[in-house]
């Protein structure tokens, strides 16, 4: 495979717009608390693949018609606008802001307002 075109497969990457560069994240020392932000950075949640499990279509906005993502709820969802206002404070937001290394304080509050903390 040419370099560019591995350079294109990894800026389409789920992980690349959290963490552009290779290099390791630091390991939370009770694993419980580790997983829920590591599914976030990669885009990997039970919400987002349950339907795989259950031989069902993917979950869809009811807002927006498309595929739920991680990027898409913690994003670009209208209907989270004013949670995401009121929990981090701005609606100018990347996921870097939000599950970077060292993720947003507020991020797990924010996912149970919204009803999807225990889905992640």
């Avoid at 590591?38 to 927006?64: N, Y």
């Avoid at 802001?97 to 924010?110: G, M, Q, S």
Wanted: proline fraction near 7%.
């Amino acid at each position: 495979m040419a370099l560019s075109a591995s350079l294109t497969l990894q800026a389409k990457n789920k992980l690349h717009s959290v963490k552009p560069s290779l290099g390791l994240w630091p390991i939370l020392p009770i694993r419980q608390a580790d997983v829920k932000p590591t599914r976030l950075r990669t885009g990997h949640t039970r919400f987002m693949h349950r339907h795989l499990f259950l031989g069902q279509r993917a979950p869809r906005c009811p807002t927006c018609r498309v595929d739920f993502t991680v990027h898409h709820i913690l994003i670009e969802c209208p209907s989270f606008k004013c949670h995401r206002e009121y929990h981090f404070n701005s609606l100018s937001l990347t996921l870097q802001d939000l599950v970077n290394e060292k993720y947003h304080p507020n991020i797990f509050n924010f996912l149970k307002t919204i009803g999807f903390f225990t889905s992640n």
